[in-house]
Structures are given as C-alpha cells and as structure tokens.
C-alpha cells in the first residue's frame, strides 16, 4: 500500500501564492505519476496537473497553466504544486494522486491512479 499525505493548504488573498506539497509513503518498489485534482463542494473532482515519474512531461489544464507548477523531488518521495496569481475560484480541495500504470505519462483522468491524499483545503478571499 501508498500512502499520500497533502499538506501546505490555508487561506491566502487573492493575487497571493501558496505551495502545497504531497508526500508519499509506505510500500512503493517502483516509479509512479503524479497528478493533482481539485474538488469544490457539490462538484466532480477536476484535474489540474501531472508530472511523470522522471519530471520530464508535465500537464497542465488551461485554467491553470501559467500561473501553477507542478515539480518532484524522487529522493524525499514529494511533490509539490506552487500556486500563483491565486484567485477566489481557485478555492478548493486539492488532492493529489499516484499513478504507478502511467507512471511514463502524465494522466489526466481519475481512473488512472491507484492512490489518493485526502485532500488540502485552499481558500482565497477576495
């Protein structure tokens, strides 16, 4: 088993940046991809990013991209996801998730990864 573990959420004002970081844990012999999702209250958890196993692809979905990074660190089994330019709608729960069959890639959808965070709470004010 994986464990994922999201953490760095809190409020910020809008304009304002923030890293959020996921750790992973526990049984894991081989690479794996790594994507962040988000969810606000009522609706379908969206995809934000991916980064594969190497860091040499990552994904963006347009809302994001430009203002988002997405980066690794293998050693300390981290990843992190900085946040700039925040704005109210960015407002969520970010979740993150490993992929260990597309671990090559960058997938984008949920059913292509094996184990998830719980979640960090993001909230911009205005």
């Known amino acids: 088993q994986v464990q994922l573990e999201e953490s760095g959420g809190g409020l910020v004002q809008a304009g304002g940046s923030l890293t959020v970081s996921c750790v992973a844990s526990?049984?894991?012999?081989?690479?794996?991809?790594v994507g962040w999702f988000r969810r606000a209250p009522g609706k379908e958890r969206e995809f934000i990013t991916a980064?594969?196993?190497?860091?040499?692809?990552?994904y963006y979905t347009d809302s994001v991209k430009g203002r988002f990074a997405i980066s690794r660190d293998n050693a300390r089994n981290t990843v992190y996801l900085q946040m700039n330019s925040l704005n109210p709608e960015d407002s969520d729960v970010y979740y993150c998730a490993a992929s260990f069959s597309r671990y090559y890639g960058t997938p984008t959808q949920r059913n292509d990864y094996d184990f998830w965070g719980q979640g960090t709470q993001v909230t911009v004010s205005s």
């Open positions: 526990g049984s894991i012999f081989a690479p794996y991809a």
């Open positions: 980064i594969s196993w190497n860091s040499l692809s990552t």
